[in-house]
């Protein structure tokens, strides 16, 4: 198959974050909490990582700083939200099928099995 796009692939903890922000607007220790159990436990997105790649996330057009829901009670402090743009889904939607096609090479290869049919 040939690849869709020729952007490079994204940092794994970028893919994690936008990941993280698919289908809902999150603050930091939200995303951060997500990553971690998601990838259960193997990825932890200390501070500075995750804070630096929002940023960087965010001049690049992949997420936006965004207003926390209306519901939304702060323990303290004022966390900030984030989404993810429109750019940002498409970038993450190519990086997931680039991922996708690795999987498929590697069952092809039988290094893993094919999901069973349910």
């Avoid at 743009?85 to 993450?92: E, F, K, N, P, S």
């Avoid at 939607?93 to 069952?107: G, I, K, P, Q, T």
């Amino acid at each position: 198959m040939p690849p869709t796009s020729d952007a490079p692939a994204l940092p794994a903890h970028w893919f994690q974050i936008l990941l993280a922000l698919a289908d809902r607007d999150l603050h930091g220790l939200a995303i951060t909490k997500d990553v971690l159990e998601r990838t259960g436990g193997q990825m932890n997105l200390w501070p500075g990582m995750l804070y630096g790649a929002l940023r960087k996330m965010t001049d690049a057009g992949l997420v936006a700083e965004t207003r926390p829901p209306e519901d939304f009670t702060a323990a303290g402090g004022r966390p900030r939200f984030y989404r993810l743009t429109a750019l940002g889904r498409r970038v993450v939607a190519a990086d997931a099928e680039r991922l996708a096609r690795y999987v498929e090479v590697a069952r092809d290869k039988r290094l893993i099995r094919r999901p069973r049919p349910s």
